[in-house]
């Protein structure tokens, strides 16, 4: 079975900088997609960043200049690199993954348990 585990999370101070992996496991088939998530009490998920198997990225509004998202294609692992971190980046951060099948390209995606980001001020 295809299995995300995500690691990192924690306790830090408004302004200081925490570093989450993803690690991915029994993945038969190309993966198209790599993204960062994340979901505070009250609110909606959301995309933190992404990053494509050709090495596209994309980033929410929100976190743009300050988090990095890199991928291991080889390994399939994602990274995402949080700095100048806010109180209103607190939330739960999930890692998911999709994969492509072939015959018909059907794609499907699959989630993490997700890690704490928990920001003080």
């Known amino acids: 079975q295809v299995q995300l585990v995500e690691s990192g999370g924690g306790l830090v101070q408004a302004g200081g900088s925490l570093r989450l992996s993803c690690a991915t496991s029994?993945?038969?088939?190309?993966?198209?997609?790599l993204a960062w998530y994340r979901q505070a009490p009250g609110k909606q998920r959301e995309v933190v960043a992404t990053?494509?198997?050709?090495?596209?990225?994309t980033y929410g509004d929100s976190v743009k200049g300050r988090f990095t998202i890199s991928a291991n294609n080889a390994k399939n692992t994602v990274t995402l690199e949080m700095n100048s971190l806010k109180a209103e980046d607190t939330a739960v951060y999930y890692c998911?993954?999709?994969?492509?099948?072939?015959?018909?390209?059907?794609?499907?995606?699959?989630w993490g348990q997700g890690t704490q980001v928990t920001v003080s001020s």
């Open positions: 998911r993954c999709e994969v492509e099948y072939p015959l018909g390209g059907r794609r499907v995606d699959y």
């Open positions: 029994g993945i038969i088939f190309s993966i198209s997609d």
């Open positions: 990053v494509t198997r050709g090495g596209s990225t």
